[in-house]
T-cell receptor, first 112, second 117 residues
């Protein structure tokens, strides 16, 4: 069974601080995605990483895919209150089903 | 362009009742997937429909069923509701059946919040 474990589960920081959240698995994934979900909304795709060792940047967000394609991290520089939300990592499940497997998420709160 | 729409936004039911949730995909998208997100958890896959046929099913009991219509909209039905069915039900649409390509990104709707009392 493919599982994605995210840590930490909760993170509360002050505006301007840096943070890193992690997504780990014992299984190899062909790719991983990161989503952000705000209360009352569905998840919104931030990035897809495909190649082992890949690093992608989205403004103040840096995403990294592990060399062995079993883990990924999301680093936020100088966090802002607008970054508050639930950060979910997801990977492909059974290819024929087209489903996504999600981690439980990291709930981030950035206080002004 | 309109995104994925879901109705109703909120719903309160009692144990044993039946519920129907609706989803309209983004125009041009032929695939709809349903996910259940219990409070404090990530979304869990329930079904995927593509071209009106079921193409994938997650580990959910037979009380859960779905269908896709010729206009690619979809309904999720849950019979004999249990307290544990209380969750946010998310619908996602994509162009095709596969996933994780720029062509086939899944776009999520805002969800239907179901409360079972």
């Amino acid at each position: 069974t493919q599982l994605l474990e995210q840590s930490p589960q909760f993170l509360s920081i002050q505006e301007g601080e840096n943070l890193t959240v992690y997504c780990n698995s014992s299984s190899v994934f062909s790719s991983l995605q990161w989503y952000r979900q705000e209360p009352g909304e569905g998840p919104v795709l931030l990035v897809t990483v495909v190649t082992g060792g890949e690093v992608k940047k989205l403004k103040r967000l840096t995403f990294q895919f592990g060399d062995a394609r079993k883990d990924s991290s999301l680093h936020i520089t100088a966090a802002q209150p607008g970054d508050t939300g639930l950060y979910l990592c997801a990977g492909p499940g059974v290819r024929s089903q087209g489903n996504l497997i999600f981690g439980k998420g990291t709930k981030l709160s950035v206080k002004p | 362009d309109a995104g994925v729409t879901q109705s109703p936004t909120h719903l309160i039911k009692t144990r044993g009742q039946h519920v129907t949730l609706r989803c309209s995909p983004i125009s041009g998208h032929k695939s709809v997937s349903w996910y259940q997100q219990v409070l404090g958890q990530g979304p869990q896959f329930i079904f995927q429909y593509y071209e009106k046929e079921e193409r994938g099913r997650g580990n959910f009991p037979d009380r859960f069923s779905a269908r896709q219509f010729p206009n690619y909209s979809s309904e999720l039905n849950v019979n004999a509701l249990l307290l544990g069915d209380s969750a946010l039900y998310l619908c996602a649409s994509s162009r095709g059946q596969g996933f994780l390509s720029s062509y086939n990104e899944q776009f999520f709707g805002p969800g239907t919040r179901l409360t079972v009392l």
